[in-house]
């Protein structure tokens, strides 16, 4: 994959993208009857009504939802383009629409509240429409009279079926002609009208939820994960064997060979009751060995089962709890990641069932264990266990954005919880009792098992190598903490607008959308494990670690969770916390944000540390770009020592703390060397660095050591410099003499040299000095206005005096707009070859501010690759058309501000003539586990120091 977004380890030539403004959009309401720009068309007033559409000129910020409440309005949702419902009387509207920045204000019209595919949408069953009328569904705002909307339906004499009210959502169930419903949708209750949907079995639909949330993708399991290795024990009634989804055709009894239960401990026999077969078949259910069938599959329906009867756990009555050991029990079988659908319905109390848990996961750092919250109105225990994951019920498939059951929270304590929330009703799966059938339950027990079968693709992923590359490397490896998982899920959380509020008492961090967590080659966002710390290696109070992120881009939410797993609480005390970490984050414009301060599903600068929970989140949808400082403080450790998981999603580089390398220069100006500023074979050359001083304070007497590895194709002629002083954050390049090199006459052109710098104030950072030239980096900065709605573009023009064949290409684009949508990007090399960069994408979007290949794909026709094997020698032509017909508008013309190509050589290019090689009197330093790579074969010699 060419896409190179995210690397832990910077390289010398990496390319830092800076910020994409998403300001101002286009001037359409993006609405699902069509596309509307109020101010070219006829807007009746209706000024009776109280709902309306506000359009402002630019992007909304909390500012303007602010002063829209001081107007008088209630903002209710966000409609694109720069709009909001909101809910004012009609004397408000003046008001509004003298606000600074209203665009237009309106009312929500009738006609916009009718699905366009209403009386038209296929269905498998013809009587959905018989005698004219039709099965719809009538969504009214929030807060709405349900009652006086279904009497008003009933008086235009449409049939009520039902009615249905969860959160803020209004809901009416009718069967009725289109004129009636059109009539209904002059009702100013009334926010949307479509047909109800079809009934289908939602097992399937529930993988592609969990797994990303776009039907019909699965893309977790496209990537070759489905629980290979993994290990789910489950409590719950016992498990049909003798079904499809389990049964093994060699040899059907459990045991560590079976295919599917590696363990079966029941008081009870192998008897097959309906909810531990339906659970298990969510979890890791498989026909294929025994009938060829993949319908229905388990979430990961390649792990295996360490199961024990729910009927034998003690604890409810006078008997002592014995979960601790049957989890146990389950570990030992191999289990990692334990599903639980069960729980007591009799007591909001942190009990013994729940510091089972805690105690277990607290002993055992290695395990996730999940629990499905109650089904009844309010949390119950042993899901208010601090270190477990606790998961609620929303719909399946197109429902999955609705909460469908599950205790509310908080935790007695005042803690979080739930923590997610997965499909759990109207989920199809194994059925006991029968050869291979399903059937559909609902409930917080589907829940459950849906997160811990993608808590085991998780762990898979962990175990198998793909972080940090995106792809499978078995010796990248690791096996992750119970914490990490739960961060990882809980970073993966997607807010549900109809829950009312994010991170909320009934969602908590929202329903799983797994892929959103992880990173995957080809991916345009990234993955980090800050840390993944055990409790051994834990902070005491007071300790503090520092991180920090380069975040290129504010396009892709920048997410960052903090799990740790403390000790149990005590029974006999009200509150369960024992540790407190807490999470801290301070932007690059110097604000400071703390974990769990949230005002509409974004991290706001104020509030106070959380005392509470151990699950903290700093979520920005639009972060800003620069260099992010994060913080974990160990503000009361007061039993042991606290690990903890840290991780985060974005578009980012991460960086260590200290005095690290930014740059350096090649000078090869003097006797030895050739004057091209490349490092060739046989040249000697000074090498200034530049240093950025990260430490959190300023820096003086700097002096800096430059470390080669053993192996290495060069010598150290001088490897030490001075710098000058430079205050925290600042960079500072050394002082002369610079650091000297020779290097080897026979060093492999297209080799990388991977030098260290070590100052007495941070640990060595890393960076790669190139033998020969592998990268072409050539750019125009000659800002050029390109013609507004003609067919002639604007030409700008590169030229490229080197001789390479292209091995890859990347292109950085910079262009103001108001709307890009209206643009179209073309390259075009010397050979003739052209590749559409961009094609009135991105309705909506200002700008252009990005680097093709390496952080978008182009649009098409063509694609970056189409250059590979070209030679780049030559011009290069960019493109850009405005094209999009209209009258002008008084707005600014789009300007190209800059481009820049960014060619890797398929080979290393080395200078003939070079200088004869200096002769080699032996490194000064010899590095410590120091390697250089070579281009062409990636060949790593391996040194320790003597």
């Given at each position: ?317 006078f008997d002592p709890s014995n979960l601790y050991e049957r989890l146990t029990l389950a570990r030992a079988d191999g289990a990692r990641v334990h599903s639980n659908s069960w729980g007591d319905e009799g007591t909001v109390r942190y009990t013994t069932w729940s510091r089972d848990a805690d105690l277990f996961a607290y002993d055992h750092e290695d395990a996730l ?387 260290g710098i070590e100052t007495p104030w941070s640990e060595r950072s890393v960076f790669a000095l190139p033998i020969g030239r592998i990268r072409i980096e050539a750019g125009s900065t000659e800002a050029g206005t390109i013609p507004y709605k003609s067919p002639t573009p604007l030409r700008s023009e590169i030229f490229v005096d080197e001789e390479i064949v292209v ?122 586990a120091w390697y250089y790579r070579s281009r062409a074969a990636d060949v790593k010699g391996l040194e320790t120091a003597d």
């Open positions: 994959m060419r896409a190179r977004l995210f690397q832990i380890v910077i390289a010398a030539w990496m390319l830092t993208v800076g910020a994409t403004d998403a300001g101002a959009a286009s001037v359409e309401l993006r609405l699902a009857a069509g596309p509307f720009d109020p101010l070219e068309h006829a807007a009746g007033e209706q000024r009776d009504g109280r709902y309306h559409v506000v359009q402002f000129e630019r992007s909304i910020d909390e500012a303007t939802l602010d002063r829209l409440r001081v107007a008088g309005a209630e903002p209710l949702s966000y409609l694109p383009d720069r709009a909001y419902v909101v809910r004012a009387g009609a004397a408000s509207l003046d008001g509004i629409r003298a606000l600074g920045g209203v665009r237009w204000a309106g009312a929500f019209r009738p006609e916009w509240k009718l699905a366009p595919d209403l009386g038209t949408r296929p269905f498998v069953d013809a009587t959905r429409r018989g005698a004219g009328r039709m099965r719809a569904t009538v969504e009214l705002h929030p807060g709405e009279d349900l009652d006086a909307a279904a009497r008003a339906a009933a008086g235009l004499g449409a049939e009520l079926l039902g009615r249905q009210r969860f959160a803020a959502v209004r809901r009416l169930e009718l069967r009725a002609t289109r004129g009636q419903l059109e009539r209904l949708a002059r009702l100013d209750a009334v926010a949307w009208i479509e047909e109800s949907g079809e009934l289908s079995l939602r097992n399937d639909d529930a993988h592609w939820v969990v797994q990303g949330g776009d039907a019909p993708a699965t893309p977790v399991w496209d990537r070759g994960l489905h629980g290979e290795g993994q290990i789910v024990g489950v409590i719950d009634s016992p498990i049909d064997v003798r079904s499809c989804f389990f049964r093994d055709p060699r040899d059907n009894s459990p045991g560590p060979d079976h295919r599917k239960i590696v363990s079966y401990r029941s008081s009870q026999g192998l008897v097959g009751f309906s909810h531990g077969t339906h659970v298990a078949g969510i979890v890791a259910g498989d026909a294929v060995p025994a009938t060829g069938s993949a319908g229905n599959r388990g979430h990961a329906w390649a792990a295996r089962i360490a199961f024990d009867n729910a009927g034998d756990i003690y604890g409810s009555d264990v999940v629990f499905a919250t109650s089904s009844r109105s309010t949390l119950r225990t042993p899901e208010n266990a601090k270190n477990v994951l606790a998961v609620g019920a929303t719909g399946n498939g197109t429902e999955s954005d609705a909460l469908c059951i599950g205790g509310r929270g908080p935790t007695t304590d005042g803690r979080r919880k739930p923590d997610l929330v997965a499909p759990g009703c109207g989920v199809a799966s194994a059925r006991n009792n029968s050869t291979c059938s399903t059937r559909t339950l609902s409930g917080t027990s589907m829940a459950a098992p849906a997160v811990a079968g993608a808590a085991a693709l998780a762990r898979q992923y962990f175990v198998e190598g793909y972080y940090p590359s995106g792809s499978p490397r078995p010796e990248d490896g690791l096996i992750p903490s119970g914490a990490l998982l739960k961060a990882v899920l809980i970073n993966a959380g997607t807010d549900l607008p109809s829950a009312g509020g994010f991170p909320g008492d009934r969602e908590g961090w929202g329903r799983v959308a797994l892929d959103d967590a992880l990173y995957f080659d080809g991916d345009d966002r990234g993955l980090v494990v800050l840390e993944d710390r055990r409790n051994v290696d834990g902070l005491r109070t007071e300790k503090v670690r520092s991180f920090s992120l380069n975040v290129r881009d504010d396009r892709h939410p920048l997410e960052i969770t903090l799990a740790y797993t403390e000790p149990p609480g005590a029974v006999y005390s009200v509150v369960a916390t024992v540790n407190d970490l807490d999470l801290v984050a301070v932007s690059p414009g110097g604000r400071l944000h703390y974990g769990n301060n949230f005002r509409n599903g974004t991290s706001v600068s104020r509030g106070a540390p959380d005392a509470r929970n151990n699950v903290e989140q700093l979520v920005f949808p639009h972060p800003e770009t620069g260099e992010w400082s994060i913080e974990v403080h160990a503000t009361a450790v007061n039993e042991g020592r606290q690990g903890f998981a840290l991780v985060a999603t974005g578009q980012f580089d991460e960086l260590g703390a200290g005095l690290r390398y930014d740059s350096h220069v090649v000078k090869d100006a003097g006797p030895g060397g050739n004057e091209d500023g490349v490092a060739d074979p046989g040249e000697t050359i000074v090498l200034p660095v530049t240093l950025r001083n990260r430490l959190g304070e300023p820096a003086a007497g700097v002096s800096a050591r430059l470390i080669a590895p053993a192996s290495a194709p060069v010598s150290l002629l001088r490897d030490t410099a001075r710098f000058p002083d430079f205050a925290d954050g600042e960079r500072a390049s050394s002082f002369d003499p610079h650091f000297e090199l020779a290097i080897d006459r026979d060093a492999p052109c297209g080799a990388e040299v991977e030098l091995a890859d290409a990347n292109v950085e684009v910079r262009i103001s707009h108001l709307d890009v949508s209206e643009l179209t990007v073309r390259l075009t090399s010397p050979a003739g070859t052209s590749v559409t960069l961009h094609d009135k994408s991105g309705g909506g979007t200002r700008d252009i501010g990005t680097t093709f290949d390496l952080h978008r794909l182009p649009d098409g026709p063509g694609s970056l690759p189409d250059f590979d094997g070209q030679s780049a020698r030559g011009t290069w032509t960019l493109e850009v058309f405005d094209t999009v017909g209209g009258e002008p508008r008084p707005t600014p013309r789009g300007v190209l501000r800059s481009w820049r190509l960014l060619l890797d050589a398929r080979d290393a290019v080395c200078s003939p003539g070079t200088p004869a090689a200096a002769e080699r009197p032996g490194h000064v330093t010899r590095g410590r």
